[in-house]
């Protein structure tokens, strides 16, 4: 069963707890506090897997959850942090957030994505420690891990997408031109599917040819089965346009060139400056004056045109090598492009944004409940979240406030513990 759209709920684990523990060992007196912090949560990482076309695994299973991380415990051992939860997806699934419609990755090569971030572990109590708080009794709780509702999208991977109204022709040109075994036969809405073909060429060199089906005059509205299909052209680098130039079903050629060209519009305006080869099939079964004012027609346009009979295989060489010629003058195949923005973090009007600065040897201290939120929703390793936090602190006012009481480049601020140096 080919499914190319699924709606799934994701939660990344939540942080361990920190610990509350103080040092016992025999002859030694005043230990001081040795409470471990809590481990990480797994994080959601999608990955891309080559073998799947479709994404019928979560047509029944929805909600996935990563491991939690263990709380810490005694001696200063923290917990061990929860397993990432790997989620294999087709190539070219693009995953969405589904409340905001964003795309939050494109799964179009093997690198793993992280979706949802698993939660910071909570610090343990002997990070409390100071000389006027020397038996700090409490810890912090470990920062839930992100969850979304998504929605994901699967939008094939090809070079050429062949459109066309229904019993045109295009199954037949894709099995004679490439390995694709699609059922063929003399009536509408034959293919169900995408049908994907390698297309090889010469040692070495090949391209993507995939059928796509059900196209009619108001599928981009939902008519027919096309709209459930024409995701799937947006990737293509160039369309062939497959029209049925001897009219065998009653329609004029010309109406069926302009009807599907505005279907690609409507859905998607980009498609309307698509490169397009245009395909005069069924030459065989036509007049050659139909033939002739045809392509008048499109050559008028400024469209390549091409006359061939995929049934009796006449001219399908010359259009795979005018298709090759086509492909090496284009950029890659589409990705989409990330345009996500996370939520700022959930703070109540009470405490945005509370904050403390004071000033010990030099240092500037940084106090405030709420960035312990905010170190739960970011990973310091990452600049894409650095940047967040930056924005954070400049909108909150601290770096405002840190200018005022007038820190130099280079200067030490220390915010829940970590050190950074101010860069103006």
């Excluded at 995953?95 to 793993?112: H, L, N, W």
């Excluded at 279907?263 to 395909?279: H, M, P, S, T, Y």
């Excluded at 392509?295 to 001219?315: D, M, N």
């Excluded at 005018?322 to 950029?331: F, I, W, Y």
Aim: hydrophobic fraction near 40%; aromatic fraction near 8%.
């Amino acid at each position: 069963m080919f499914i190319d759209k699924a709606l799934i709920r994701v939660k990344a684990g939540d942080g361990g707890n920190g610990a509350v523990s103080f040092h016992r060992e025999k002859y030694v007196a005043a230990g001081g506090p040795d409470g471990g912090d809590g481990g990480r949560g797994g994080n959601v990482v999608f990955l891309g897997n080559r073998d799947m076309n479709t994404l019928i695994d979560f047509k029944y299973k929805k909600n996935f959850t990563a491991q939690n991380g263990a709380n810490g415990s005694n001696k200063r051992c923290s917990g061990k942090s929860g397993e990432d939860l790997i989620i294999q997806v087709p190539f070219g699934t693009v995953v969405k957030d589904a409340e905001s419609g964003q795309v939050m990755a494109d799964i179009s090569g093997p690198d793993p994505v992280v979706i949802a971030r698993g939660g910071n572990g909570g610090w343990g109590n002997s990070h409390f420690a100071t000389p006027t708080r020397q038996i700090p009794r409490f810890a912090k709780p470990g920062i839930p891990g992100e969850k979304f509702d998504l929605q994901l999208e699967l939008k094939l991977l090809a070079d050429v997408g062949l459109v066309g109204f229904p019993n045109v022709g295009k199954s037949t040109l894709i099995s004679v031109v490439s390995a694709a075994k699609p059922k063929i036969a003399n009536y509408h809405f034959t293919t169900l599917t995408p049908v994907l073909g390698v297309v090889k060429v010469a040692e070495g060199k090949s391209f993507v040819m995939a059928d796509i089906p059900g196209l009619i005059e108001g599928a981009s509205e939902g008519i027919g089965l096309g709209h459930e299909f024409l995701r799937h052209v947006e990737r293509c680098r160039l369309i062939v346009h497959v029209v049925d130039v001897s009219g065998s079903e009653g329609r004029d050629p010309k109406e069926d060139f302009e009807t599907i060209n505005r279907e690609l519009a409507n859905f998607n305006e980009e498609l309307a400056g698509q490169q397009q080869i245009v395909v005069a099939n069924k030459a065989d079964m036509a007049t050659e004056e139909q033939i002739e004012e045809f392509r008048a027609y499109i050559e008028e346009k400024g469209f390549p045109f091409f006359v061939l009979s995929a049934a009796t295989h006449q001219g399908t060489e010359a259009l795979v090598r005018a298709v090759v010629n086509k492909l090496d003058t284009l950029p890659p195949i589409k990705r989409f492009e990330v345009d996500y923005v996370p939520k700022t973090v959930d703070l109540s009007e009470e405490e945005k944004w509370k904050f403390n600065i004071v000033v010990e040897d030099g240092v500037y201290i940084v106090e405030a409940d709420w960035l312990v939120k905010v170190f739960g929703m970011i990973s310091l390793d990452d600049e894409e979240d650095l940047g967040y936090f930056q924005r954070i602190l400049r909108s909150s006012g601290i770096i405002d406030k840190l200018e005022e009481m007038g820190i130099e480049e280079g200067d030490t601020v220390s915010i829940l513990n970590f050190e950074f140096d101010y860069v103006r």
